[in-house]
């Protein structure tokens, strides 16, 4: 079994910052693709920005230039950093790993999710 447990959630101000942190730990053979997802207040779970392991990444149109995702995958770790907020960044944050038990077992895992509150 593998847990992923997220950090760095609150309330922060319009246009400051955050860094929000995740770290898989368990039975890994090794972490594919890693994200982060987030849910705003009465709306669906949206991609924000995945990375691969060679450090490839992809973020929804909403967030770039604002988020940088990154991972350390000698630490099975992933971090997003947010700076620029708004208030249309306020939802539950959840990380999200595609993580290989072992040669030929792999499985999708989802964190506990943090939220994250932007005031105006």
């Known amino acids: 079994q593998v847990q992923l447990v997220e950090s760095g959630g609150g309330l922060v101000q319009a246009g400051g910052s955050l860094r929000l942190s995740c770290a898989a730990s368990?039975?890994?053979?090794?972490?594919?693709?890693m994200a982060w997802y987030r849910q705003p207040p009465g709306k669906q779970r949206e991609l924000v920005a995945d990375?691969?392991?060679?450090?490839?990444?992809n973020y929804a149109d909403s967030v770039k230039g604002r988020f940088t995702v990154s991972r350390d995958n000698t630490k099975n770790t992933v971090h997003l950093q947010m700076n620029s907020l708004t208030d249309e960044d306020t939802a539950v944050y959840y990380c999200?790993?595609?993580?290989?038990?072992?040669?030929?077992?792999?499985?999708?895992?989802w964190g506990q999710g943090t939220q994250v509150t932007v005031s105006s």
């Open positions: 368990g039975k890994i053979y090794f972490v594919s693709t």
């Open positions: 999200n790993a595609l993580v290989w038990s072992s040669a030929y077992e792999r499985d999708n895992y």
């Open positions: 990375i691969n392991r060679g450090g490839t990444t």
